[in-house]
C-alpha cells in the first residue's frame, strides 16, 4: 500500500506494508530520522518480533495518510510509530493493528496479491 508520511520537516511517499501480526507500525530509520527528522517519543523500546527482540524508538509523525492511485483513503494524526535501530533493516514501513486495523475490516486475498479494505 501506498503512504505518505509527514512532519514538520516536510513529507515522503513510500511504501508500507499490512501486517496482522504486527501490533504497532514500524518506519524504516532512513525516512524516519535522516528524511524526515521525526521527534522522538521514547528513545529505548525493546521489541520481539519474527523470532528475535530488537530495540527501537519510538518517533511521532505528524500525519499518515493512507492512499490509492492518488486519492487518500484516509489519514491519522499524531501518528507513533517504531523505528528499528541498527543493525535490524527495514525495507517498508509497516502498518500494524494499531493503525487502520480499527478502522477497516481487512481482506487478504494471498492469491491475487492483493487486499480489500472495508471501512467499518
Known amino acids: 500500500m501506498k503512504i505518505q508520511v509527514y512532519s514538520d520537516a516536510g513529507g515522503i511517499a513510500t511504501t508500507a ?3 496482522s501480526g504486527a501490533t504497532v507500525s514500524f518506519l524504516p530509520r532512513e525516512i524516519a530520522k535522516n528524511i524526515l527528522a521525526l521527534p522522538t ?10 523470532g528475535s527482540t530488537f530495540s527501537c524508538e519510538i518517533v511521532e509523525a505528524k500525519q499518515v ?9 484516509c489519514y491519522y494524526e499524531d501518528v507513533q510509530m517504531y523505528v ?15 493503525t487502520i486495523f480499527g478502522d477497516f475490516e481487512i481482506t487478504f486475498r494471498e492469491w491475487e ?8
Open 65 to 73: 495518510v493512507l492512499m490509492k492511485g492518488v486519492g487518500r483513503i
Open 17 to 19: 506494508l499490512i501486517d
Open 113 to 120: 496479491k492483493r487486499f480489500k479494505l472495508k471501512e467499518r
Open 41 to 50: 517519543v521514547t528513545e529505548d523500546v525493546d521489541v520481539q518480533g519474527a
Open 84 to 98: 528499528p535501530k541498527a543493525p535490524v533493516e527495514l525495507p517498508y514501513a509497516i502498518l500494524g493493528r494499531d
